[in-house]
């Protein structure tokens, strides 16, 4: 037995060990989703007629905006006159409505100066003064916009007519923004592009007053810098920042007086991701209809408590029937699976729990679906090293030459196949939106800690069994032909 | 020895190439009726895909269950039924025609309590999640295809995905021919069949690349009779695997459907029952065939087809290759272990069993 194998043995125990305190010390629980626990529902009714296209397109950016990890699978659909939004366990109405967030609003603001982030959490400072005219009269007076924690304007006074203090993305930097010039309204379209090798954002405005023209007044200020756009030491131009919901998106310099609508291009150190992020925030940022929250509800589980109390029974029974043939069919080698089973089960629901309460991961019917069927992939990993194991010691080894040679065959079988479900699940967390997302993301936990179990605790626990002299005495404790049973079965 | 035991012990002897015919047949039929069903008849999608009404009935003092007896006698006694607040259901039914759900309020209001709201609700599984999902899958199936093909072979990958379509298309099919509503837990559990059907499959071909690397190099025996002889092999892990992954399907159906009456486990446990049973059976069945189709057409085998027929290993049921030869250790040359293809260059090393005496100790592995 190589110390190695003791060692990953003792490590993934402990593991298992610790994810399970861990769980239960920082009290985190799956969140369970619509289906299965109900949440708050929010209806939205659109302040003016709108088409069914519009409406389709605003349940496509809501869902964007509730659900920005993919995962919380939130229901939101189109009413006759607005959009319906549920959400799974949340409870506070009023955060209901922050999280659909319809007063999100696309502002373009030009930048005035930019402090560092502050650390602590220093008290608000700042009044909320009559509106100054320009930057310089701001900084000069040192009338500075009110801030609450981390030294940032609070939602309640982030209006678009005042000067506000706004935090960058990434949080490296705070904004100190003048006076909204335009608003998403003005915004047509906006896409991620490689040019000249480097992502861009090029950004499609509206006609007319309201946009390109609106546009080309704060560019013709920000480019020769005045009082409303002053230009920052090292920079050759002033700024325009984009804010959605009170975060700036970007800051761009502006590189010049006049635009075209269709050919403004942001370009800065932008990799892929945040060419992406910026691009959806400015086309997300922007609903095609206003919309007005009408009322809020708490609303029940779809598919009803009865239905989860016979699913709960229907799985402990279920897990039972399979530790009751496992054991009955490999003996001893059975109670290994099952070891095997409950350390990669405990992996998973720390994991489960901690991105239900941290990221809003939901566990719906579908999640738990993928879950029943990863109970019979682990299984199944274990089966394939115990076949192996009774092939080679009918083939006429000993059993505990078979332990050290079957392991590395069988895992090389199991690591094929789990990779094809890896790909699948990797695939379809990418392309995908909504249920499917949540069902790739379970598979896939599911696979990796199916291996991880299956490399750390299976291969080293059996090898260890293997050392002891009980298991070549008796390999029918352990689910195993007498060694060297060919003989027999051939004559 | 009985059938048990002897499966127990992996000596099952089923002559599989005997079976294939019958299986491919049989699978051919399905997945025509599947496909004429989904042509003519179409999917029964529920109203999270399609859409439908919604209703809010304000009616203190009554329960989930009372509303749904309404429903029933609009044949719609699978509306999806929430309470809100205290007192107040949502009724969402995938009724679409006004004149029904017209006729469906004016119930509601006499037998129910006050219809607060009434209107057209569209699908909250938008056609973009399926846009997505569909592409996706393109997209999987071909990584998965040039995965497969790196490293097995390709002729595996085509037999493998044939394998996951005909699963798919008989599932889709069961739900079309019995139409069965569709629900998104429905189209996570085809996923789910998708899943775990290639998995089972590749885990066949990897004993079979296993047997037909080491004996075939042996040129003793067809493609089609290794093949059998690694079937068997795995007969055992297959059979045990679906126990053990349909257990807790079985017990959702029986204790969560049947006896506890818990109509939404229905839905998705049937369509994971379906597809661990027809998984394992295409890994089995077709996989296996399609690829032994192909490979008995190239060279290498054919000539030993050739050979094999010269001697006399004619029509008839499949040659069974006994435990002893089975047992061989690996013969050919360290550097052909990976890929195999081609005439072993080395002929094979006769291992000579003494009768009785002990096996030859194996070559231990080096790392």
Known sequence: MPRRQLVFLIGIVLAALAATVMTAVWENEPLLGLDLQGGVSVRLTATEPATEEMLD??????????????VAEPEVSRTADGVMVSLPGVDDQQRALDLVGTTAELRFRPVCDVFPVMTANQPGQGTAAPAPASCSQVLGGGVLPPTGRAGVTPPEHDHADQFVILGGRGGTQRYLLGPSVLTGDALSDANADLIDFQWQVAITLKSGADGIDAFNRIAALCF???????????????????????????????RASQFERDRILISGSFDKEEAHDVALGLRYGALPVELVAENTQVVSATIGEDSLDAGVVAGIIGLFLVALFIVGYYRLLGLVALASLAISGSLLWAIIAHLGTQSGLALTLAGVTGIIVAIGVSVDSNVIYFEHLKEDIRDGRTARSSVDRAFPVAFSTIVKADMASLIGAGLLWWLTVGAVRGFALYLGLATILDLVATYFFMGP??????????????????????????????? | MSAFRRLYNGETTLDYPRWWRRAV?????AMLVSVASFGVRGLNLGIDFEGGTSYEVRAPGASVADARAVMAAFDAADARIQTLGDDLFRIRSEVADPARAGEIRDALAADLGTVETFEQVGPTWGSEVTDKAARALLVFFVVVALYITVRLEWKMAVGALAAVAHDIVVSVGFYSVLQLEITPATVIAFLTIMGYSLYDTIVVYDKVRDVTGRLGATERYSYTELMNLALNRVTMRSINTSITSALPVVSLLLIGSVIMGAGALQEFGVALLLGIVVGSYSSLFLASSLVTLLKEREERWQAIAGKLRTRGHTE????????????????????????????????????????????PRPRKKRR
């Not at chain 1, 397109?57 to 993919?70: M, P, S, T, Y």
């Not at chain 1, 070549?472 to 079965?489: D, E, I, M, S």
């Not at chain 2, 047949?25 to 039929?29: E, K, R």
């Not at chain 2, 089975?326 to 000579?352: E, L």
Request: hydrophobic residues 40%; proline residues 7%; contains cysteine.
């Open chain 1, 461 to 491: 626990m059996v090898r260890l069994l293997a050392q002891t002299r009980w298991f070549a005495r008796h390999p029918g404790r352990f689910g195993l032909p007498a060694a060297g049973a060919v003989g027999a079965v051939v004559s």
């Open chain 1, 224 to 254: 020769v810098g005045t009082r409303e756009c002053p230009i920052m030491a090292g920079f050759s131009n002033g700024r325009v920042a984009i804010v959605l919901d009170g975060q700036v998106l970007t800051a761009p310099q502006i």
């Open chain 2, 316 to 359: 008839g049921p499949t040659r069974l290759i006994g435990r002893e030869e089975a047992a061989q250790p690996d013969t050919r040359s360290p550097d052909r272990i990976d890929g195999s293809r081609g005439v072993a260059r080395r002929r094979p090393v006769q291992t000579t069993h003494l009768g009785g005496a002990v096996p």
């Open chain 1, 57 to 70: 397109q605003a349940v496509g950016i809501i869902r964007n905006r509730v659900d920005a990890l993919g």
């Open chain 2, 25 to 29: 047949t049989i699978s051919l039929v």
